[in-house]
């Protein structure tokens, strides 16, 4: 075997595994988005906010159900270097007892060294850095 064909051999057994590395949950890519409400993806955002609230915010707060998910709109990427996002919001009802406006989008392409896609998201009222601008302005 040479050493191209080795090369290109790793490559490909890295980026399947990146892939699923990635984002485990998130089996979807090229712009084929499953639906708003798809349970993998409300997994992964309790799974992450919980994960962030434990290391960063240290609220003690997590999402225990988010209701009414659905597509705020969608863009196809079909421009010129443009991305495939699918964005969506519902409701989150935290540990709290509080409801909040939860915004997300999905990201074709976006995960992991472009493998993948990614899938950012933010809660009214707990963005304290402004990650997403005011008022959760970049994933709506």
């Known amino acids: 075997m ?3 064909s080795l090369i290109i051999a790793f490559a490909a057994t890295l980026g399947f595994s990146l892939s699923s590395f990635a984002s485990p949950a998130l089996a979807f890519s090229g712009g084929n988005f499953p639906a708003c409400d798809a349970p993998q993806v409300l997994r992964y955002i309790q799974k992450r906010f919980v994960w962030t609230d434990h290391h960063v915010l240290k609220r003690g707060l997590a999402i225990e ?3 009414r998910a659905h597509r705020n709109r969608f863009g196809d990427g079909y421009q010129v270097a443009s991305i495939p996002r699918l964005y969506c919001h519902g409701t989150a009802h935290m540990n709290d007892g509080h409801k909040r406006t939860i915004w997300w989008l999905i990201e074709g ?3 992991f060294a472009g493998l993948g ?3 950012e998201f933010c809660i009214s009222g707990l963005d304290p850095f402004k990650v997403h601008g005011a008022w959760c302005r970049s994933v709506r």
């Open 2 to 4: 040479t050493m191209k």
């Open 65 to 67: 159900s988010i209701e």
């Open 109 to 111: 392409g976006m995960g």
């Open 117 to 119: 896609d990614n899938v």
